[in-house]
Structures are given as structure tokens and as C-alpha cells.
């Protein structure tokens, strides 16, 4: 399946995944996205047309260990 390739194993019994988009508010928040998660949130989306460089990376990094610290797989897409 090209999407488990793209997105990881399906934490999910559906063949459904949830995308969310960060908002800036949540950069360095890892308590925030580790919410979003927890409610199901798959994948997050950085929208490039808001923040900038160094705030797509808290964004980004905030998410990532969050979803390590709950032992998941959670992708970043960013929209350029």
C-alpha cells in the first residue's frame, strides 16, 4: 500500500486518517500535540503561507516528540 508507505503502519482499525493543521500557537507546545494525537490526529499540516523557518521547526519538533513519547509514527506535511 503506497499510503503505509507514506504514512506508517494505520494506528487505526479504519483505513481513515486524520490530518491537522498546527497553528503557530502550538510551536514548542510537545503537551498541545501530544492532545491532538491522543484524540486521533495521524498526520499534522505546516501551512507555509503562516510563521516562518524557525517556527515550522518548533511546530515540527514539538509533534515529533510528542508522538514519540506516545510511541507513534506521526508524519508532517508542509504546504509551500
Do not use: K, Y
Not at 491522543?38 to 514539538?62: I, K, Q
Request: proline share 2%; aromatic share 4%.
Amino acid at each position: 500500500w503506497r499510503a503505509e508507505r507514506i504514512f506508517g503502519a494505520h494506528p487505526h482499525a479504519a483505513n481513515t486518517r486524520i490530518m491537522v493543521t498546527l497553528s503557530e500557537e502550538l510551536a514548542g507546545d510537545v503537551a498541545g500535540c501530544r492532545a491532538l494525537i491522543e484524540a486521533g490526529a495521524d498526520v499534522a499540516r505546516l501551512n507555509g503561507a503562516h510563521g516562518d523557518a524557525s517556527s515550522w521547526l518548533e511546530l515540527a519538533t514539538a509533534w515529533r516528540t510528542a508522538g514519540a513519547e506516545l510511541g507513534r509514527a506521526v508524519p508532517v506535511q508542509m504546504d509551500v
